[in-house]
């Protein structure tokens, strides 16, 4: 009785992507074997091959320190081990933020932990993920469930660090001395977390299948980890936030709300899950069910009108009760945990969602070069299909009939090859403008401007530095965004132009070009704004190590800017490299159409008895063009397919 609904639709996702990837394997193969791929094509192709592969869902669970988050895991995913697998205790647990995801490249199972002492490098997590050696590395033995929870033990460790040391790995700063005092006195060592990151590969169906679980340490690691905040969080396609139902919407919990979780979802509502843990805590024996249901009832609506949400968006549940009902078979108590219905939200949102972003992704890599195929199928179908009737149609005319239409194509070559010879020129015209696109979302420029923040802070690594440090450093993005937007625009009508010329004045079929835009990546910065102006007015930024934390916080805030610059210009070059490729090959097909035509015009008049042949013929590639032709409508109905839904909509039954 594990993971239900969401372990089935983890299938239904998988199933899909399995879909996909053979269809675009298909559609791969029919390009080669019909030599209309070029490499551009086969390395796009290539690209989304692979990372549809290695694609992941990542839920990351957030709260402050004891909320739950670590035995929720244990309750929605882990409950099959039959008892607690990941460390849950009173007090802080978790110390470290912790990936629990299958690592496919190696099949291994293992724990990898990077050392704290790293935070004083500036090299970031994701960069540190590539190089194992930084790690220190357990691995599993999964026959035994005592090793592996001894393994897991690693997570919560903790060390004695000197309040210099500390004060060093920005861990301490004066702010926080009332927190370590003994007997009014400050310690000379504090505890600190020994590992800064861990990552946990694990043979779980669910995490075989692409599932990353983000476990997160309290309100104090977080802010403390910028990489976190602004690039970790974001990244997750959902985020699960926690609050107990004993201690209420507390100070720092509305604090962490306010600048750690809220931002994340600003663009888009999709994806945050509130969840009030803990409901047990407010089970009485000695209350009716309905009192108790009711008192449920309060405390969401008084959550939600603390967080400035719905009642409706906060789903209050016992994942203590949870797992041990799950772990007793007991299904009375199962139900009262409200876990099943938290599995049914997360299972009937996040893998819709993640699948509409797949698609989305797919749709922008390939989605235009398969309807392209699409389009010359269609194209060389109606042109075999006219063809063909224009053969039947000769069948007991007499050659001055097959002369004159003979003369007629020769026309139509002549004129059409010199319109061809203008869209040459034009083609030239877009090429080298779009180079300039490219140059224009200049990566060098965009150092030049951190280099000015860099400048306007002059090392004053504070807030206050840091406000006018983003000031700089937003205006330039913005200002550097309007002129490539100015230079799209224009670029983006010139396109419309040639193509619709080319339709008008020579009858190639209405192609609508895909056109530059900006808007994704404004989107972004956008939000990459105001994470950043949550994390910069947050008061654990205000209180922390300040030298340390925004030195870091500045550090993945121009990586992920930078992240966003490199998109929008890879995507521009592969733009400037395909937005005449539909024309082109139109155009191509149109010519190759007219010199069959007069091909077929010339054998006839030569001897009557070759219409019959080049009749046969015609009708034999018509039906093969036909199965291409569905072949490519059929990858083109797998990618826009809804995901099944595997039950009834989700249950959302309240504990009571
Ligand atoms: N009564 C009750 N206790 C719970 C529930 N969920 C968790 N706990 C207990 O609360 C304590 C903290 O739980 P954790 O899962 O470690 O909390 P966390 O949010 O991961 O905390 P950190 O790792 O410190 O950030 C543990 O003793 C859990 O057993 C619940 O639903 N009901
Ligand atoms: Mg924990």
């Not at 060093?168 to 800064?196: C, E, F, T, V």
């Not at 139902?245 to 945050?272: C, F, I, Y």
């Not at 047990?280 to 000695?286: I, P, R, S």
């Not at 339709?503 to 609508?512: M, S, Y």
Request: proline share 3%; aromatic share 8%.
């Amino acid at each position: 009785m594990a993971n239900q609904r969401f372990d089935r639709q983890m299938q239904a996702y998988g199933q899909w992507k399995t879909a996909l990837l053979a269809g675009i394997e298909r559609y791969q193969r029919w390009l080669d074997n019909n030599k209309m791929g070029e490499a551009e094509d086969e390395l796009r192709i290539y690209e989304v091959l692979e990372a549809l592969r290695a694609d992941r869902l990542t839920i990351a669970f957030v709260a402050e320190f004891a909320r739950g988050k670590t035995e929720l895991i244990n309750a929605i995913f882990f409950s099959e081990y039959d008892r607690r697998l990941l460390p849950s205790e009173a007090g802080r647990t978790t110390m470290c933020p912790t990936e629990l995801f299958w690592d496919n490249t190696t099949d291994k199972a293992y724990v990898r932990l990077l050392p704290i002492e790293t935070r004083l490098s500036d090299t970031s997590i994701a960069e540190y993920k590539l190089e194992p050696v930084n790690w220190t590395h357990i691995e599993l033995d999964l026959s035994s469930p005592d090793n592996m929870a001894e393994a897991f033990q690693e997570i919560v460790k903790v060390k004695k660090a000197t309040l210099d040391d500390a004060r060093k790995l920005g861990l301490y700063s004066d702010a926080d001395a009332h927190m370590h005092m003994q007997n009014g006195k400050l310690p000379d060592k504090i505890d600190i977390p020994m590992w800064r990151h861990a990552l946990i590969s694990f043979p779980h169906p669910l995490l075989k299948q692409g599932l990353v679980i983000l476990d997160t340490p309290g309100l104090n690691a977080l802010g403390s980890e910028p990489e976190l905040t602004l690039n970790m969080l974001p990244n997750a396609q959902a985020v699960v936030f926690v609050l107990a139902a004993d201690t209420g919407v507390t100070k720092s919990d509305l604090e962490m709300w306010q600048h750690n979780v809220k931002p994340l979802r600003s663009g888009h509502k999709k994806g945050l899950f509130v969840v009030l843990n803990k409901v047990d805590t407010l089970w009485d024996e000695l209350k009716t069910a309905a009192h108790i249901e009711k008192t449920v009832k309060d405390q969401c609506m008084r959550a939600a009108q603390t967080l400035g949400i719905d009642a409706d968006q906060i789903y209050p549940a016992s994942a203590q009760k949870g797992l041990l009902a799950k772990i007793r078979h007991d299904k009375d108590l199962l139900e009262r945990s409200n876990i099943l219905a938290l599995e049914n939200i997360l299972a009937g949102e996040v893998l819709p969602y993640k699948q509409s972003l797949v698609r989305e992704h797919i749709l922008s890599s390939i989605g235009a070069m398969v309807k392209e195929s699409h389009d010359i199928l269609a194209t060389r179908l109606a042109s075999a299909r006219k063809q063909l009737e224009e053969l039947k149609g000769l069948s007991g005319k007499n050659n001055d009939v097959i002369e004159l239409l003979m003369k007629k194509t020769r026309d139509e070559q002549v004129a059409y090859y010199k319109n061809v010879e203008s869209f040459q020129a034009n083609k030239r015209i877009i090429h080298e403008q779009s180079k300039k696109l490219g140059e224009t979302i200049n990566l060098a420029s965009l150092d030049q401007l951190v280099a000015e923040t860099r400048k306007t802070m002059s090392d004053s690594w504070t807030t206050h530095g840091l406000k006018a440090g983003m000031k700089t450093f937003f205006d330039g993005i913005n200002s550097r965004l309007s002129e490539v937007s100015e230079f799209s625009d224009q670029l983006n009508r010139l396109v419309i132009t040639i193509y619709r010329t080319f339709h008008q004045e020579h009858g190639i079929a209405e192609i609508k070009p895909a056109l530059y835009s900006l808007t994704k990546y404004k989107q972004e910065f956008q939000q990459l704004y105001q994470e950043a102006e949550a994390f910069r007015t947050s008061p654990v930024t205000t209180m922390t190590e300040q030298h340390y934390v925004i030195k870091k916080f500045f550090i993945s805030l121009v990586s992920h800017a930078r992240n966003i610059f490199f998109k929008a210009q890879r995507d521009a070059e592969g733009w400037s490299k395909a937005v005449m490729s539909p024309l082109v090959k139109q155009i191509k097909e149109h010519k190759e159409t007219m010199e069959q035509r007069l091909e077929n015009l010339r054998k006839i008049s030569e001897s009557r008895d070759t219409l019959q042949a080049r009749i046969d013929e015609l009708e034999k590639s018509s039906a093969s063009l036909m199965r291409q032709y569905a072949e490519v409508r059929s990858i083109l109905n797998t990618i826009n397919l809804p995901l099944e839904q595997v039950e009834e909509p989700a249950h959302t039954a309240k504990a009571s």
